[in-house]
């Protein structure tokens, strides 16, 4: 890689990561952190049905949060 594409890429980056700490979390999606934490600790949601897609995309993201110890303060920025 160049170095102007590496200058560039990297400062792609770091407008990225400012965008994701800075937005904020409507009242719709606070709660999914939350259920997907309750589906990693084992409790049965949705028994009778498919949990929505939602839950099951936010796994990752939540499941390397709590392994990586990202405090609880910079989670709600990030979305997960």
């Known amino acids: 890689m160049s170095r102007?594409?590496?200058i560039g890429?990297?400062?792609a980056g770091r407008v990225l990561l400012a965008l994701l700490?800075?937005?904020s979390m409507n009242r719709d999606a606070a709660g999914i952190p939350h259920v997907v934490?309750?589906?990693l600790a084992g409790e049965v949601l949705y028994a009778d049905a498919n949990p929505p897609l939602a839950f099951l995309l936010g796994l990752p993201?939540?499941?390397l949060a709590d392994?990586?110890?990202v405090p609880p303060a910079w989670r709600?920025?990030?979305r997960c």
């Open 4 to 6: 102007p594409v590496g």
């Open 9 to 11: 890429v990297g400062a």
């Open 21 to 23: 700490l800075w937005a």
């Open 37 to 39: 934490r309750r589906m």
């Open 61 to 63: 993201p939540v499941w």
């Open 67 to 69: 392994i990586l110890g």
């Open 76 to 78: 709600g920025r990030a």
